[in-house]
């Protein structure tokens, strides 16, 4: 494993730059509609609980990775097994950020430019970063990932004089159902996917702040989802914000006078880049710790050629993206993001006093 180093306020970063990622392109809580700032409640709170048990593992299995504490806990063969589908799943991840990426650059801003092309260089920046270091990667979100709510509450204070501060209302007007469904979707997109943090954790300086740090991450982005779903909804009303494509971005261009969309592309580049740069790293090192290769770098060349081409290849169009994410990613995800995790946890604590079982597994 890298030996570098990552500070309590880079790992907060990190996290936090992560969940928003994609969630600008692709958010789950516009399916219940006014109702949606229930389901980012719920979802937070499960997307909270879920990190605490992340970093409970990372705790109990101490300067071991995911791929390191799957073998550890399930046996060389089973455990080499799992780490396989969670390296694939980290690939796959990858691949539909990108994707994401790539379909909302063509679709809003550069809509001759073929995809190929807004992938590829997308994924070259990419490469870089994985290739210098986790310890490169923390010291980047500690100056990009500020400027996601700066550039948030920009767009929102120029339409403060366009609003409607009932569109939220009735509560529950269409019943708890789409309001469950929605807070499940969200919280398997994004809260879910911080399973990738497995392979970033044992890089922490001070392992005592994992859990502290984990749950403010969490927090923090619940909050910007729930600031970005208000200012939206009471601009567009719960009927547009329900159909647009893109919400965020038809909310930046309705400013009078001034064009804010650049502004946020930003975020987006942001958002996205963490995502996709902290999968592929995750991914190459799981690549690494699982073949023996001494130097993960030798494979980021090929698992982002692979990325590219499985996110051209992933979807036929931009309906489709918007399906798997509402209707498949969920029961997609369950086994990598609650399942073993839970067992790892429990598995974890009933052999955490038994010494012997422990060196005996070694």
Not at 101 to 125: A, C, D, H, R
Not at 182 to 201: D, H, K, Q
Not at 252 to 279: A, D, R
Not at 335 to 359: C, D, R, T, W, Y
Request: aromatic fraction near 12%; include cysteine; proline fraction near 4%.
């Amino acid at each position: 494993m890298e030996k570098a180093r990552i500070s309590s306020l880079q790992l907060f970063l990190l996290i936090t730059g992560f969940l928003f990622g994609s969630t600008l392109i692709l958010n789950p809580a516009t399916g219940a509609k006014n109702d949606g700032w229930l389901a980012i409640l719920i979802s937070g709170a499960g997307g909270t609980l879920l990190l605490a048990v992340y970093a409970s593992i990372a705790l109990l299995n101490p300067s071991k990775t995911l791929v390191e504490i799957l073998r550890h806990r399930f046996g060389r063969v089973i455990g080499n097994i799992i780490a396989v589908l969670y390296i694939w799943y980290f690939i796959h991840l990858a691949s539909l950020a990108l994707r994401n990426f790539g379909s909302f650059i063509v679709t809003t801003t550069y809509p001759k430019t073929p995809l190929e092309v807004i992938v590829g260089i997308f994924v070259l920046v990419v490469m870089y970063a994985v290739n210098s270091g986790v310890e490169v990667i923390g010291r980047a979100s500690e100056i990009l990932v500020p400027f996601v709510p700066v550039i948030a509450v920009i767009i929102s204070l120029g339409i403060l004089t366009v609003h409607d501060f009932t569109a939220f209302l009735p509560v529950l007007e269409n019943g708890i159902s789409p309001v469950i469904k929605a807070s499940l979707n969200l919280l398997t997109f994004p809260f879910g996917e911080t399973i990738v943090f497995l392979m970033i954790f044992p890089h922490l300086n001070k392992r005592e702040n994992l859990k502290k740090v984990s749950t403010l991450s969490a927090l923090s982005a619940t909050g910007l989802f729930l600031f970005i779903f208000f200012r939206d909804i009471t601009v567009l009303g719960s009927h547009l914000i329900y159909q647009a494509t893109f919400v965020p971005h038809l909310t930046s261009v309705l400013i009078p006078g001034i064009n804010l969309e650049p502004l946020f592309n930003v975020n987006l580049i942001i958002g996205g880049s963490i995502k996709v740069v902290i999968c592929m790293y995750a991914a190459v090192n799981g690549l690494d710790q699982l073949i023996g290769a001494n130097d993960y770098r030798k494979f980021t060349t090929a698992v982002a050629t692979f990325c590219v081409v499985l996110s051209i290849w992933v979807y036929e169009n931009i309906f489709e993206m918007f399906d798997w994410a509402e209707n498949i990613w969920l029961y997609y995800s369950i086994p990598f993001q609650i399942v073993i995790p839970l067992m790892l946890l429990f598995l974890s604590l009933i052999k955490k006093g038994n010494p012997a079982h422990e060196k005996s597994i070694e």
